[in-house]
């Protein structure tokens, strides 16, 4: 399975680049956030040229997460039980069975700044997605939970520690909350492939960041176990983050692309 997340900063926008893309790669399941579409406006009907079935959850507003799958989409859910239609949160979650995995496509709150609401919307919505994984899943399951996680996970995982001195993305409660959710049973697979750090997801549009290499990983795919083990590999995408071949302009964002193989494979 050739499985995607990717912040795509509006369909509306991009979705000739995103089609772009995936035909030119063709992923198996790709976990889309940051859509800003309701669900009526959602281009179903132009996944399904491509062979995907989709699913999405959102409001038009700012938020928006989708899954298009060529495997299989089953048994969708749409939230997690916040108050996602109302205000602080946003619709920020959705998950199907794909392939035999259940994957989850999640757009996590910014935060703003470390005094903002909301901030600790942020870190009340990590908790409940903890309480999510321990309410619907065993050890057994095959899980992926994809998507843009506005935390970068360490030090390496930003251009400069200390241009993020006192923000949000970096800050230990954050950090921790997203320890929680990794603690449950999951692997951030990106990092048994790029254990030095130094590979980013995200780039400002401001400043010229993309090409001073001012960046952060911020999104990112934890799988449980079994999936972890038959991953053969993992990357960014960088060239989705320039204008595209057909002069699309690209998402802040970059596609996160983790290969998993059908046999366990040994990578360690």
């Not at 999405?56 to 495997?71: E, F, L, P, T, Y």
């Not at 009340?124 to 992926?144: F, H, M, Q, S």
Request: aromatic content about 8%; proline content about 5%.
């Amino acid at each position: 399975m050739r499985l995607v997340t990717w912040n795509v900063n509006s369909l509306g926008a991009r979705l000739p680049l995103v089609l772009e893309w995936m035909e030119a790669n063709a992923p198996d399941v790709v976990c889309m956030q940051e859509t800003k579409q309701a669900d009526e406006a959602f281009p179903e009907a132009a996944f399904a040229e491509l062979g995907y079935q989709s699913v999405h959850h959102g409001d038009g507003r700012w938020n928006g997460v989708a899954i298009a799958s060529r495997v299989g989409l089953d048994s969708p859910v749409r939230g997690i039980g916040l108050q996602e239609e109302a205000g602080a949160f946003g619709c920020r979650f959705v998950a199907a069975l794909c392939g035999g995995v259940r994957v989850h496509s999640v757009y996590v709150p910014n935060g703003r700044s470390l005094d903002h609401e909301q901030y600790r919307n942020k870190l009340a919505w990590l908790d409940r997605l903890r309480a999510y994984l321990d309410e619907n899943y065993g050890g057994l399951d095959d899980v992926a939970v994809c998507g843009d996680f506005n935390v970068a996970p360490d030090d390496v995982d930003v251009w400069d520690p200390g241009a993020f001195v006192g923000a949000t993305h970096v800050s230990e409660p954050e950090r921790a909350a997203l320890g929680r959710i990794v603690d449950w049973g999951l692997e951030d697979v990106f990092r048994r492939f790029h254990p030095d750090g130094g590979v980013f997801s995200w780039w400002d549009y401001r400043a010229g960041d993309f090409h001073k290499g001012h960046g952060m990983r911020i999104d990112l795919v934890l799988l449980s176990p079994g999936l972890a083990n038959r991953c053969t590999g993992a990357r960014v995408d960088r060239d989705a983050r320039k204008k595209s071949p057909a002069g699309n302009k690209p998402s802040d964002h970059a596609p996160v692309v983790v290969e998993i193989g059908e046999e366990e494979a040994n990578t360690r």
